[in-house]
């Protein structure tokens, strides 16, 4: 291996150690600052480790983490939270100190940037009471922390004298001698003054304020950049360019192919189970992430093919058919076309959109069973399953309820853990219950055919190193596999004892089928295999592939490690997933979504309401769970709605425009830029750099932010220059509003084009408006002039409508869940008063009308309506459907009680007791 280093680079300092400290055989190579090592990158990047097989890492914490890894030394739950930590908090507040206190002399203004950065370190080395960050001996979070840390804190006025746990773990990993001699080989004994030369030539951090941890996106305006006289220039230079030297948009052909190269990009978004209407939070973990990624892709100008489709096999489906009526095939013919049909109007891009119950998923999975047996990746072992004697048949693994082995929770299901997330098998549950007819089901013996996890962990553990390295894998997907691998594998049954599924092809299992989670994601291949017969180019081709997989949580550990490890055994070149991409989970206002309850938005719901698909779109992607989990609020989307895309972005793009249409004749004027002009050009600039570089790491809520930054920064430039007055004024004040008007058509000519991922429809009617050339639709890290003097605009119309209170409480109401009848209210409150009086009369008659062979009969029915009730709710069957079915058994159970000469009991009063 060979580390390319930058004498003066504090970036250096912690790679440097980890080399010393590891004892990596690595040759350093010391090079210039603008030196451009790593050939497929625009600008230099160093550090850089060049890897033996010729990849390279060029992120110090990935460089620092691959060198432990190597030596066996796997990062732990808290390494990887305080590396997480380092990246995403520390180094922004970090380098715009190391720049004030070092190019700009303002130290005690640097210091105060780092005192929450370090209060934070010191109270967390305080609670854990531990000589290092992570553990009792030093791991590669201390030395990621202190090699970001020491070109300041070496200087004794920049760490307090009240903080006295960081200050002992600092002098502590200082006197460690790979720490010596990596300050010796960057710093040359010269402290803070040996980062100046280095430090000049980089571009000015931004300086942002500090504000509290939030699940959201920073919705104030952003704190204004310090921006370098290079950067203003480039900035100015790039916009006098315009349209001439633009990179024409690459036209979409089917079928979408791999090509030499170029970056190929092939995406899917996690399998929908089709007997399952999804809700926003389905729609935002899956689908929509994965669409907003793939059109940014494309405007990239990189072959993208974005693949998805319903998955159909299993026992949620043969029940879905029971309740309705229909056959499986007919039952995923008609919920196919509900999702087709829901993302359609999401306006979802997917190249193509297929489904599992094909010949090509038969052929393809088969395949890669018979890969696995002749590999002798498989296991053959009888099962102790559990059995329902009152259903009359195995149970499938959703079909079972019960206390999970793991954490004790209560509601397990047969398969895995919500809370905690582990895969379970159900004889393992606790007091395990048919979900069917609650009975207690009872353990019987099935032969059965399991994927060797086991024998496979080896090269599993490989290809996650490397994966993990190279690739983007957000936090929670990195933490799911780990903790797979660091409780052990077990073989994982693949078959189960249904009919509807793939059949498994061998005589003595001739009447069993594929488990669903060992065939679905193979619908992934199946699915590109049905749109073009090319298909292996795609999921053959590792060298050229680049593979995102994006889901929610819950998916990642098949996603990770079963899935990978049916093609690793299968041996046959496979593309494995580089980029594992999961959200958290969505919630709905204070609870959780649920079809059967009546609460939340669902797919086929959010068209009814009257919000444009976009909205519901921005919306979704604004509150996107990505580090946490997070809540659909309709209070927070009047807001959002009011002020971001109505009062902000949608503000100042129709201004623009109008400007235009009401002062120049709807034709952009002359432009003469001065230095305020080009200060914005700079500062648009950095946004849509740092837009792409968000974008390119699927960090889909902050490339958003960047887009409603550069709108902010629009509306302040119109304020501050008036050009509705200066229309009115001199010549000079003419040219200045002519000059104000053109940069600000201009910017919302950009806008449209980075809106296009996130906000498609809205994107292309800006671009209706303002008659856009087609070729602008390309991103690039250039700021371009795309409109020029005398370019003719179209009408200008607003964006977006407001959103009234009135409105959002209706719809509050309406998906709030089961509403209490018309009057109750009222009624609740004359009830008490005769409720002694009714009692006593009821008694009085009851007595009378006793029938003891009417009474056997409704018993009978009471216990059938009973099951009824039980198996709808276990079929999550709708909430009219199991409304109908209760109230039938509450009348019912009425008419027993009065047959059997009982005096009924007054209902319950519900609700709280007045104090």
């Known amino acids: 291996m060979r580390l390319y280093l930058t004498e003066g680079n504090p970036h250096c300092l912690k790679v440097v150690a980890a080399v010393e400290l590891t004892g990596s055989r690595c040759e350093l190579q010391f090079v210039g600052v603008e030196e451009r090592v790593v050939p497929f990158l625009a600008h230099s990047k160093l550090p850089c480790l060049q890897l033996d097989n010729g990849n390279y890492l060029f992120s110090t914490n990935a460089i620092c983490q691959y060198l432990f890894t190597l030596r066996g030394k796997e990062p732990s739950d808290l390494t990887n939270q305080w590396l997480e930590w380092e990246g995403t908090e520390l180094q922004t507040a970090l380098s715009g100190a190391l720049y004030m206190a070092v190019v700009q002399g303002k130290r005690e203004e640097a210091a105060g940037a780092l005192q929450k950065k370090c209060a934070y370190i010191d109270q967390s080395l305080m609670k854990r009471s531990c000589p290092f960050l992570a553990a009792d001996a030093i791991t590669v979070a201390d030395i990621v922390l202190w090699g970001a840390l020491y070109p300041l804190l ?18 502590r990993v200082c006197a460690v001698a790979a720490c010596r001699k990596a300050v010796e080989s960057i710093l040359k004994g010269k402290g803070l003054q040996a980062l100046k030369p280095y430090l000049q030539k980089q571009p000015a951090p ?61 995406i899917t978004s996690a399998l929908p189970y089709v007997n399952n209407v999804p809700h926003l939070g389905n729609i935002i973990g899956c689908v929509l992430s994965a669409d907003v990624f793939a059109r940014f892709c494309r405007l990239r100008n990189w072959t993208t093919l974005f693949v998805c489709g319903t998955d159909e096999y299993g026992t949620a489906t043969e029940t879905k058919a029971l309740e309705e009526g229909l056959s499986p095939q007919q039952i995923c013919d008609k919920y196919h076309a509900v999702h087709a049909h829901i993302y359609q109007w999401f306006g979802i891009s997917f190249d193509h959109f297929g489904r599992t119950t094909t010949q090509r998923q038969t052929e393809i999975s088969q395949d890669i ?62 007091n395990p219950q048919c979900k069917i007819c609650k009975g207690t089901p009872v353990v019987k013996s099935s032969k059965h055919l399991f994927l060797d996890l086991p024998k496979l962990e080896a090269r599993l553990v490989k290809w996650l190193e490397d994966s993990m390295v190279s690739g983007n894998w957000t936090p929670n997907a990195r933490f799911i596999a780990r903790s797979w691998i660091r409780d052990g594998l077990k073989p994982r049954c693949i078959t189960r004892d249904l009919k509807w599924g793939i059949p498994v092809p061998l005589e003595e299992f001739k009447d069993k089928v594929f488990y669903v989670w060992f065939d679905a994601p193979i619908g992934y291949l199946s699915i590109t295999a049905n ?5 292996e180019r795609w999921w053959k081709n590792p060298e050229q592939v680049q593979l995102y997989n994006f889901m929610a949580k819950d998916n990642v550990p098949f996603h990770s490690v079963v899935f990978p490890c049916s093609l690793l055994g299968a041996e046959d070149n496979y593309t494995l997933v580089n980029h594992l991409i999961a959200t958290e989970y969505l919630n709905y206002e204070d609870g959780k979504f649920s079809k059967s309850r009546g609460v939340g938005v669902f797919g086929d719901m959010a068209k009814e309401t009257g919000i444009p698909a976009d909205i519901w779109r921005f919306y979704l992607l604004f509150i996107r769970p990505e580090g946490q989990d997070s809540s659909f609020s309709w209070s927070d989307l009047l807001l959002k709605n009011n002020s971001e895309l109505l009062n902000n972005l949608g503000n100042f793009i129709n201004r623009a425009g109008m400007f235009v249409c009401k002062f120049f004749e709807g034709r952009v004027p002359e432009m003469e830029l001065n230095d305020d002009d080009k200060r914005l050009l700079a500062q648009a600039t950095w946004e849509l750099r740092q837009y792409l570089q968000f974008l390119e790491k699927v960090r889909i809520r902050d490339a958003l932010k960047c887009i409603l930054n550069i709108s902010r920064h629009g509306n302040q430039y119109i304020q501050a220059n008036e050009p509705w007055k200066r229309i009115k004024g001199t010549d000079t004040d003419r040219k200045r509003a002519g000059t104000v008007t053109g940069v600000a058509v201009n910017m919302a000519c950009l806008l449209s084009i980075m809106l296009q991922p ?36 179209g009408a200008v119309s607003p964006l977006f409508q407001k959103l009234e209170t009135d409105q959002i409480e209706s719809w509050r109401k309406r998906f709030g869940g089961q509403q209490p009848d018309e009057g109750s209210a009222n009624q609740s409150k004359t009830e008490a008063k005769p409720a002694a009086e009714t009692k006593a009369a009821v008694a009085e008659d009851a007595g009378k009308d006793a029938d003891p062979q009417r009474a056997k009969q409704l018993a009978e029915e009471v216990t059938k ?22 109230t039938k058994l509450l009348e019912l159970k009425k008419q027993l009680v009065l047959a059997e000469g009982k005096t009924p009991e007054a209902p319950a009063q519900k609700g709280k007791k007045k104090k």
């Open 531 to 535: 749109y073009t017969d090319q298909w």
């Open 758 to 793: 996130y906000m498609p429809s809205v994107s292309a009617s800006i671009q209706e408006q303002l008659l856009a050339p087609p070729q602008c639709n390309v991103l690039t890290e250039e700021f371009v002039c795309i409109l020029p003097s005398g370019h003719q605009i």
């Open 154 to 171: 070496s200087d004794s006025t920049f760490l307090p004298g009240d903080l006295k746990a960081l200050r002992s773990w600092f002098e």
């Open 369 to 430: 069973f018979r890969r696995l047996l002749d590999r002798d990746f498989l296991l053959q072992d009888t099962v102790e399953q559990l059995r329902c004697e009152s259903c009359q048949k195995f149970l499938a693994d959703r079909f079972v309820e019960g206390t999970c082995p793991f954490c004790n929770y209560e509601e397990a299901r047969g398969d895995q853990c919500d809370k905690c997330g582990k895969l379970i098998n159900a004889t393992e549950l606790k």
């Open 865 to 886: 309506q009973g099951e009824v009730v039980r198996e709808l709710k276990a079929q999550k069957a709708e909430k009219a459907v199991i409304g109908a079915a209760v």
């Open 206 to 266: 931004s300086q942002r304020a500090e504000t509290p941890a939030s699940n959201e996106p920073e919705g104030g305006e952003s704190a204004d950049r310090v921006l370098t006289e290079e950067e203003i220039g480039a900035a100015a230079e790039s916009w006098s360019k315009g349209l001439s030297a633009w990179p024409k948009p690459k036209p979409i052909e089917h079928p979408v192919l791999p090509q030499p190269n170029e970056k190929n990009v092939l």
